[in-house]
Nanobody, 123 residues
């Protein structure tokens, strides 16, 4: 069973910084894509940033230049460094990972989600 555990959320003033972490645990072969999503009250969940196993990254336009995603494959962990935070960044942030397992000698993939961590930016 795979588990994603997020940490690092909290309350910060506008202009401040936070660093989110998401560690994957359990028995699996590898992880492909890892990403951070967020969902604000009354809004749909949106992709904030993603990173492939090879290190290619993509960002939502609203966070480009402020947020940086990175990963440590050995630690099975993905990070999101958030700088110059704005009140509109307030949301629950979720970690997502594309998990690769071996089933009957074949590679299989499935998506896994963390439980979410609250980020609140005060003005």
């Amino acid at each position: 069973q795979v588990q994603l555990v997020e940490s690092g959320g909290g309350l910060v003033q506008a202009g401040g910084s936070l660093r989110l972490s998401c560690a994957a645990s359990g028995s699996f072969f590898s992880i492909n894509f890892m990403g951070w999503y967020r969902q604000a009250p009354g809004k749909q969940r949106e992709l904030v940033a993603g990173i492939t196993s090879g290190g290619s990254t993509n960002y939502a336009d609203s966070v480009k230049g402020r947020f940086t995603i990175s990963r440590d494959n050995a630690k099975r962990t993905v990070y999101l460094q958030m700088n110059s935070l704005k009140p509109e960044d307030t949301a629950v942030y979720y970690c997502n990972a594309d998990i690769i397992t071996i089933v009957a000698g074949n590679l299989r993939s499935f998506g896994s989600w963390g439980q979410g961590t609250q980020v609140t930016v005060s003005s």
